[in-house]
């Protein structure tokens, strides 16, 4: 996480600034020294927003309060969620099918998601359990440089299925 820092009141350098009031309306360009009266008087702080603009980007604001948003939308940037992708193929499933259901796996677990691939048994195909076992092993085993297995295969209901998780580099 990057930490932000700004310069605020008497630590600006510019003798001229850009400034904009606390409700994001530009006010003018002002001498620093005028700036910082117009903030003291409305008991607000002046924040250097865009400083390699020309001349510098300042808004009159509270400090701890601009200060305590902008952490809360980096932590929420940072908080992405990573959710559990689901994947469903047959026992029978064919060979180009498989491998492009292994590609959507693998750009899943690249993107930091958890994948759970799901062998679905219908009618007659529950008697032949392995060939759903074999398709899995497949992706299993070509998905095996960037994924674990999380939880293994197991049978619940008509379902065969595995979690595979994302590896740590």
Not at 40 to 50: F, G, N
Not at 57 to 67: E, N, P, T
Not at 73 to 96: C, D, H, M, S, V
């Amino acid at each position: 996480m990057k930490k932000l820092s700004y310069r605020i009141n008497h630590q600006i350098r510019a003798s001229q600034v850009r400034l904009i009031d606390a409700g994001g309306k530009q006010i003018g360009i002002f001498p620093l020294n005028e700036a910082l009266k117009k903030a003291h008087q409305a008991d607000l702080d002046l924040v250097e927003i865009a400083p390699k603009a020309n001349p510098p980007v300042v808004k009159l604001i509270d400090y701890a309060k601009f200060k305590y948003l902008e952490e809360k939308k980096q932590k929420k940037e940072k908080q992405k969620t990573k959710a559990l992708k689901e994947l469903r193929l047959t026992p029978f499933i064919g060979e180009n099918d498989l491998n492009r259901l292994i590609q959507k796996a693998a750009d899943f677990l690249k993107q930091g998601h958890k994948v759970k691939v799901v062998v679905k048994f219908t009618g007659r195909t529950l008697n032949y359990q392995d060939f759903g076992r074999q398709a899995l092993d497949k992706v299993i085993n070509q998905l095996g440089e960037t994924a674990f297995v999380e939880q293994p295969p197991k049978m619940v209901g008509r379902r065969l299925i595995v979690t595979l998780g994302v590896k740590k580099k």
